[in-house]
């Protein structure tokens, strides 16, 4: 084929994979019918580095404008892919990493050398954590300056070193394309961040360069014997539990998830933070484990003797007690899949380890199991009443749970009603949100309190669509991964949660919203105070309150001055037609709305009981203090 100019070009075209995220990002590079030159040619390091990107099927870059990268940037349109800026660096990752988890694509980001590049180094941890297949573009100081102590001059590998699962360093100009391919490569076949480092003086010259095509590896389901000891073992289970973990939202494996726990009329329960992993509305599905999680989850698990953990590493955080229940099942035989050799045992004593896709690890364990009796056929009725009845009792429980009973809670509560005004409870208004719920809605909750309580009140229906700041545990995560979600979904609603605190650290992204034509729909828990840190000076330093209270102007006022439109909620029959409002400002009118709660001071449980231990003071000048 031949492009206007008469160069050779060929059609954008990845190599076909089933397995989970390439199959998507197969599917959305397949429907690109932009093309790419062929064969070996002459062109500038500035093009093969935007061709193999489009190889790539890439169509959307995050980030800031700078000089550093600005010859490239140049063609980024004729390339057809859209630069969406942004107003912080930093967001420009969360966005590309909500991009990557909404869609299984590529999420890209790029910046200016030095400050550009440092701005976003808590995004890519972030996104590490949630193994997405981010690709951070990091321009640096050219090459005649480095070490000289110049403008904007950093050693930007090791800042990403830790956070990245691949980092490529262009060394020389005629290596542009080997360098941009092996990362878009290896950010989707190890499932992470990748690191492209490019001195800024490398994007100029003349080369002969060949566009490689993308290599995709298709994942198996794992060692022949472990498999088939893992079925043996199912086959003589009597109460087995299968954790749908985030291997089967990477890998689309929810079909195969649900013919396995069908199979075996096993209970599923999400790992944390991970409540897309299988349909809420399906008989088997028990709500998540850890911190604010499902306490049918856990009563069920306590009961499991053989455990499927399905595409999940158990990180430590994930099965921590919760709801005074320690309930790990730690006599329980454990067969863990995950895509990575080095999860498997990492963190809980595992019997079988099976390093393969989840799918098709789950896939080949339905097909060992489907013919054989299994031990537990005969209680299939009974398993299943036990699920439905944990299941009811916690639904009734959280109907209930109206407000928080701890006496510093209760403190609150009465110190607001007389102090007037309107203050609602949080968990009376996270179960209006949940019933509001658009359907096929995206939801992305950040770090505080009342977005953990809110674990228990988001349930789906379908993988990719819950993006919870996962275990780097970054405040300012929600919005900005939102919008990048958003980007990649426009089909779909798309809504964020935040605490007040955390929203200080994110509104900005609202203007990127506005300007950019990106509605999205943010709740924002507005209650005063830095909650889940104020929660440890009330258990473990004696309400000595310390830099956790906030005043802040109204956030909704704050979002129109920005152009967005802004709803401020003080009743609690006006929780869920706000919501509804402002999804269909987002839907129809293509308007990005911040919903603004007033909540009261009251605190869930904390975070971090595990970590904390009640002070002690050596020194006489500080012993009252304990
Ligand atoms: C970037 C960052 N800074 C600080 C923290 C520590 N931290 C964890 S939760 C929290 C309070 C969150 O407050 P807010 O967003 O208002 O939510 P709330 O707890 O009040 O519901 C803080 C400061 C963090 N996790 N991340
Ligand atoms: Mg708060």
Redesign the pocket.
């Known amino acids: 084929m031949s492009s206007p100019s008469g160069t050779a070009t060929q059609e954008v075209n990845l190599p076909m994979s089933t397995s989970g995220a390439n199959a998507l990002a197969t599917a959305a590079s397949l429907q690109d019918n932009r093309s790419v030159v062929k064969g070996v040619q002459k062109m500038t390091p500035s093009e093969a580095f935007v061709e193999t990107m489009v190889a790539n099927g890439v169509t959307d870059i995050f980030g800031i404008m700078g000089s550093a990268f600005m010859d490239a940037m140049d063609i980024f349109s004729p390339a057809g892919i859209r630069f969406i800026p942004v107003v912080h660096e930093q967001g420009s990752g969360h966005m590309a990493d909500g991009y990557a988890r909404a869609s299984g694509r590529h999420g890209v980001l790029i910046g200016q050398n030095g400050p550009g590049i440092s701005n976003s180094v808590t995004s890519i941890a972030a996104a590490y954590w949630a193994h997405s297949p981010v690709v951070i573009v990091t321009p640096e100081t050219g090459t005649m300056s480095q070490g000289l102590g110049g403008f904007q001059e950093a050693n930007q590998l090791p800042m990403f070193e830790e956070f990245t699962v691949y980092q490529g360093h262009v060394n020389n100009p005629k290596r542009m394309a080997e360098y941009t391919a092996r990362c878009f490569d290896r950010a989707m076949n190890n499932l992470g961040p990748t690191q492209l480092n490019i001195p800024r003086d490398y994007f100029y010259g003349e080369i002969e360069a060949e566009i490689p095509q993308p290599i995709r590896i298709e994942r198996g389901a794992g060692g022949e014997q472990s498999l088939n000891e893992a079925a043996d073992l199912l086959a003589k289970a009597r109460f087995p539990v299968i954790i749908s973990g985030g291997g089967v939202v990477q890998g689309d494996a929810v079909e195969e998830c649900k013919a396995l726990a069908e199979r075996l009329g096993a209970p599923v329960v999400n790992s944390y933070l991970h409540n897309d992993s299988f349909p809420a509305s399906h008989p088997l599905w028990c709500g998540p484990l850890g911190y604010q999680g499902s306490k049918a989850a856990m009563k069920l698990i306590s009961q499991a003797d053989v455990v499927v953990a399905l595409g999940s590493r158990l990180g430590p955080f994930g099965t921590l007690p919760q709801h005074g229940l320690d309930y790990w099942p730690k006599d329980a035989k454990v067969i863990q899949v995950d895509a990575r050799s080095d999860m498997l045992g990492l963190v809980k004593k595992m019997s079988i380890g099976i390093c393969g896709d989840a799918g098709a690890a789950a896939l080949a364990l339905t097909a060992r199991l489907k013919d054989r009796i299994l031990a537990c056929d005969s209680t299939r009725n009974e398993r299943a009443e036990r699920i439905k009845t944990e299941k009811a009792l916690w639904e009734k429980e959280l109907d209930e749970w109206t407000h928080e009973r701890d006496d510093y809670s209760l403190d609150m509560i009465e110190e607001q009603k007389k102090e007037g005004g309107n203050w609602l409870h949080p968990r009376q208004v996270l179960r209006e949100l949940e019933k509001a719920m658009p359907q096929d809605v995206m939801v992305s909750t ?6 953990s309580v809110a674990n228990s009140y988001l349930r789906f229906e379908r993988p990719r669509s819950f993006f919870a700041a996962m275990s780097f ?4 995560y929600a919005f900005p991964t939102i919008i990048g979600a958003k980007v990649a979904a426009p089909e779909r609603p798309a809504i964020s949660y ?5 929203w200080r650290m994110s509104l900005m992204e609202t203007m990127t919203c506005v300007q950019h034509n990106i509605p999205v729909t943010a709740v924002v ?1 507005h ?1 005063r ?5 104020k929660k440890n000076q009330v258990d473990f330093y004696d309400r000595r309150f310390v830099a956790g209270e ?1 005043e802040n102007e109204s956030f909704a006022g704050i979002a129109r001055a920005m152009g967005a439109e802004g709803i401020v909620v003080d009743k609690l029959e006006d929780v869920g037609p706000a919501l509804k409002k402002a999804v269909d400002m987002q839907m129809n009118q293509g308007k990005t709305c911040i919903v603004e709660i007033k909540c009261t001071r009251e605190l869930g449980d904390p975070f971090r009981r595990d970590a904390l231990s009640k002070p002690v003071r050596l020194l006489d000048k500080y012993k009252d203090y304990v």
């Open positions: 950040d770090i505080g309190n009342i977005n545990g970054n405040c300012g935040a605490g007040d605190g955390a828990f209650n105070q830095w909650g889940a840190e906030l």
